[in-house]
């Protein structure tokens, strides 16, 4: 996870074979309620989990 902010959080990504990058990218996730759609913030729950996970903390968190 490289980024997690109030509603979403962004994974980074690289493919590689050897020491070539072959391939690069992210993804964004959104956190919404299942029936409105509306974005809603990530739980503080969610966000400990995820800190704690990581080796190197995501930007806007710091490490616990």
């Known amino acids: 996870v490289a980024r997690i902010g109030i509603k979403s ?3 980074a990504f690289v493919v590689m074979r050897d ?3 072959l391939t690069e990218g992210e993804l964004i ?3 919404a309620e299942r029936g409105t ?3 809603t913030p990530l739980s ?3 966000i400990d ?3 704690a996970f990581e080796k190197t ?3 806007g968190r ?3």
Do not use: I, Q, R
Request: hydrophobic share 30%; no cysteine.
């Open 49 to 51: 989990k995820v800190t």
């Open 29 to 31: 996730y959104v956190h």
């Open 9 to 11: 959080m962004t994974a």
């Open 19 to 21: 020491d070539e990058v």
């Open 62 to 64: 710091s490490s616990p």
């Open 44 to 46: 503080a729950h969610f």
């Open 57 to 59: 903390p995501p930007e």
């Open 37 to 39: 759609k509306n974005t």
